[in-house]
């Protein structure tokens, strides 16, 4: 055989195994693509809360606003164990959020509701479908415990008025794992945290935490502050903050490996509600809420009042609390009176 006849050949050849390793690549790319979405959605526990609930829930006024239920879980359940080594059954609603973020969606306002609350539970059903009869006095923080998630969305509506449009719940170390992700967060303190009760020391001024620290700095009760309930919240919101400026810094949603990472860190201890429960359904929630700026975004506590009967609980205070969720359910800017809470911590 010629030279002259040999080129085409070995050309020929050569494109063939060319073609071959594009087509490798682009399938191995693919594959790995789809094993990524598999494995987060997999991550990624749901309830139907339209199912669970049934018809009983308030009417949607503005459509465009939207409300959303942030639930931190304390269940000392598997990988939680090691965060926290309390001997506390079963789990409850460590620290909960109703977050409204307006039409438009370019700020947004979040709502504490002290865990000590004394609130009326709606009728509801348990994870096993036996029905709980309504009760009244009960603390905020038993409903999850006693009937789950959706009883806690069941029972944020019946008191507020406002229609609960998704929740998301997270535990210890789906929270953990978001800061570790993030590579810590930056908190600022004016005054020392103690470390009382095996809480977090920490002297005044700037501290970057990591996952395990940043844990106990919002669990902090004793070691800072009055000590109470009340006053960890400000610790909660404050640490809130300071983690969405982290994620806005590093441009987290725009940066395809962190956010991957943070999307895995996250989903492995997520439930949401079934509307959120996939990613591509979280990742076009994330895109729309872009616009919302951590610097703006207000943070209050529900107005409550220390319990005549028992000091160490709280209930409702009126009609602040009126105004508030009157104020959110109307899309409205929320007055100053119903910051007012006779309660502080």
Not at 133 to 145: D, E, I, L, T
Not at 208 to 225: E, I, P, Q
Not at 298 to 326: C, F, G, S
Request: charge should be positive; aromatic fraction near 4%; glycine fraction near 8%.
């Amino acid at each position: 055989m010629t030279e002259k006849h040999a080129r085409p050949k070995r050309r020929r050849r050569v494109l063939r195994i060319t073609l071959l390793l594009v087509a490798v690549l682009i399938l191995g790319t693919a594959g790995a693509g789809w094993w990524a979405y598999s494995h987060l959605n997999s991550n990624i526990d749901s309830v139907d809360l339209d199912q669970a609930i049934g018809d009983n829930r308030p009417k949607k006024v503005v459509a465009n606003a939207q409300n959303i239920l942030v639930l931190g879980s304390d269940s000392r359940a598997g990988a939680n164990a090691d965060l926290d080594h309390g001997d506390v059954s079963g789990a409850r609603s460590d620290t909960a959020m109703l977050v409204h973020i307006p039409e438009g969606r370019a700020k947004a306002t979040a709502v504490s509701i002290p865990r000590d609350t004394l609130i009326t539970r709606p009728e509801c059903k348990d994870g096993k479908g036996k029905t709980l009869p309504s009760a009244k006095r009960v603390m905020f923080n038993s409903v999850y415990s006693l009937a789950g998630p959706a009883c806690v969305v069941n029972t944020v509506e019946q008191m507020s008025g406002v229609r609960v449009d998704h929740f998301v719940e997270v535990d210890f170390a789906g929270f953990k794992g978001l800061v570790d992700a993030l590579g810590g967060v930056t908190v600022t303190l004016d005054k020392p945290m103690s470390g009382a009760k095996g809480g977090l020391k920490l002297d005044a001024g700037t501290h970057r935490l990591n996952g395990t620290d940043s844990l106990k700095f919002v669990r902090t009760r004793y070691g800072y502050g009055d000590g109470s309930d009340l006053g960890r919240i400000g610790l909660q919101q404050q640490f809130m903050m300071a983690m969405l400026s982290e994620i806005k810094k590093q441009d987290a949603l725009g940066n395809p490996a962190r956010l991957y990472k943070l999307a895995d860190a996250g989903t492995k201890s997520l439930t949401t509600d079934s509307d959120l429960a996939s990613l591509t359904a979280l990742s076009d929630f994330a895109q729309s809420m872009k616009g919302v700026d951590p610097d703006t975004m207000e943070t209050i506590m529900l107005p409550v009042a220390y319990d005549k009967v028992d000091p160490n609980r709280v209930i409702v205070a009126e009609p602040q609390a009126t105004q508030l969720w009157e104020a959110l359910r109307t899309d409205q800017k929320v007055p100053a009176s119903a910051k007012n809470s006779p309660a502080k911590g």
